[in-house]
């Protein structure tokens, strides 16, 4: 119980501190609908050019896939990471009854949940009204527990990335390739379901999907999904990126004790 009461701390703490720049968050905000805005252009020119691709369908996908993307600055996440136990912050959270991982999770709820509630039902909007798509309440509701899901499953995939420090150094190249490669295999350059049998068929035995497609696949209908699967696939890989995440931490933490000594 002390644990859920510190939690609730840290998050009315995260909330202040983000509050208080203003600026930052609109840049953030404003960054959505001119990235959206480059993929209607760029899959209207390709509609033109009689490609034969259902454009309305792609862009209330990618309305969906950006909401997903921008949500929070996660190599920023993977960088501070790295930064804290590059220079020793982590030793605060040796001494404190605070894990490192409940701090970050807390300042990623504040802001995550701060721009989904402005870009969300814009994202929403879009889907409405430029697509064909049929929106009922169970699978509004549906899509709300995977995009909670993704989220989830985005932040302990990225802070797995920053705990690689113990192990090696300051990696901005590791954290950028990353991010490329997460970009792609999540649909958030090309939707998934345009990509080769064979291709999908090997992203299938990643987590990147549930990062954020399986999610906009649900909402849009841009290939069959069944919600039950995904969910339980979806959990599957949190529960498995949390004890990757685990089992990193207690192996950083015990190097660097074994440093110390």
């Not at 080769?196 to 090997?202: A, E, G, I, M």
Request: glycine share 6%; with cysteine.
């Amino acid at each position: 119980m002390t644990s859920f009461y510190s939690f609730i701390s840290l998050l009315k703490l995260q909330l202040r501190q983000f509050t208080a720049f203003r600026f930052d968050t609109f840049t953030k905000l404003a960054g959505y609908p001119l990235q959206l805005g480059m993929m209607v252009v760029l899959w209207g020119f390709l509609e033109e050019l009689g490609t034969g691709f259902d454009t309305q369908a792609i862009i209330a996908y990618y309305a969906i896939i950006f909401v997903c993307q921008k949500q929070y600055p996660f190599v920023r996440l993977a960088l501070e990471v790295q930064m804290k136990i590059f220079q020793g912050d982590i030793f605060r959270n040796y001494v404190q009854p605070i894990p490192l991982i409940s701090e970050l999770f807390a300042k990623y709820c504040v802001q995550a949940m701060f721009y989904l509630l402005i870009a969300m039902p814009l994202a929403l909007f879009v889907v409405v009204g430029l697509s064909d798509v049929a929106l009922s309440v169970s699978r509004v509701i549906g899509f709300f527990v995977l995009c909670i899901g993704a989220a989830i499953l985005c932040f302990l995939l990225w802070y797995m990335i920053g705990l690689t420090a113990f192990f090696t150094t300051m990696n901005r190249g590791a954290v950028q390739l990353f991010s490329i490669v997460q970009d792609f295999a999540k649909g958030a350059i090309v939707p998934l379901s345009l990509l080769p049998d064979s291709w999908n068929s090997v992203l299938a035995m990643t987590p990147f999907p549930h990062m954020a497609h399986t999610a906009a696949a649900y909402l849009t209908q841009i290939e069959p999904t069944n919600f039950w699967d995904v969910m339980a696939l979806q959990w599957l890989w949190i529960g498995i990126a949390y004890l990757g995440c685990v089992a990193l931490w207690n192996k950083g933490v015990k190097r660097d004790n074994l440093s110390l000594v």
